[in-house]
């Protein structure tokens, strides 16, 4: 009977594994999740010492103890994140990434896994109050975001100023090189209290939905991260590492 056990608990062993245990499964590297991302995007992804953390760093770990895999970050630009994941270098994009029909178009996407909302942060003296009044201003964005999308797709191309990383926009905001920066609003709020004379203004610029970019047609691997999702969001786990980072209004 004990033998009859033994064989039962490795059979079931095995099949949790499966999803790491070799590359057909979806993985580029048995055993390993490889996870592209920008950590430069408190709170959901940034550097605190030698090591990455954050919401997503959070996710992605429990997403891989439970495919069985070891999880593997790696820090990229932004914008080089996509094309990553497209060739099969990183098996999934986390990033505060927001699902829109242009990047379906290169990568499928995992369900949401969070909500967001880009904002606009000014200098406090600016005498901007809406966004009607940033017509004809100079705006600051990370480039390749969202923000970098909508803003030039509302304010022009002419009046945007494109910055490897979302701190850096938010420097030349103080610095006065730019009117304007439209970030995500998590991030923002970290920017803002790190930064004396900054605010966000009260009118949301758009809002969002996050979720995690993974090669196209790989559904193997994109049914695995939907099956843990689900997991973590039904047994509490998700939105307990959401409110470790992001305290409630």
Do not use: W
Not at 126 to 137: T, V
Not at 182 to 195: L, Q, S, T, Y
Not at 214 to 234: C, D, M, P, R, Y
């Amino acid at each position: 009977m004990e033998k009859f056990l033994g064989i039962i608990l490795s059979a079931v062993l095995s099949l949790c594994l499966a999803g790491c245990g070799n590359t057909a499964n979806g993985t580029a590297q048995a055993g390993v999740l490889v996870m592209a991302t920008n950590a430069e995007f408190p709170p959901y992804e940034y550097h605190e010492g030698s090591q990455i953390v954050g919401i997503d760093a959070e996710i992605a770990a429990a997403i891989a103890e439970k495919m069985g895999c070891e999880l593997k970050i790696e820090d990229i630009a932004f914008d080089s994140i996509i094309p990553e994941v497209s060739s099969g270098k990183a098996d999934m994009g986390m990033a505060g990434m927001t699902v829109t029909e242009d990047r379906k178009q290169n990568v499928d996407f995992s369900d949401t896994y969070a909500i967001a909302r880009q904002v606009v942060i000014v200098r406090a003296d600016s005498g901007i109050e809406s966004l009607d009044d940033l017509e004809g201003l100079t705006i600051g964005v990370q480039q390749g975001t969202t923000g970098d999308i909508y803003a030039s797709e509302d304010y022009g191309d002419d009046h945007i100023e494109r910055y490897a990383k979302g701190m850096e926009a938010v420097q030349a905001l103080t610095q006065g090189k730019v009117d304007a920066v439209i970030i995500d609003n998590e991030p923002a709020r970290v920017f803002v209290a790190e930064n004396e004379g900054l605010v966000i203004l009260e009118e949301a610029y758009a809002d969002e939905e996050y979720a995690i970019a993974v090669k196209k047609g790989n559904t193997e691997l994109l049914n695995q991260i939907n099956a843990a999702l689900a997991e973590l969001k039904a047994d509490g786990t998700l939105d307990a590492i959401v409110a470790k980072y992001i305290s409630a209004e």
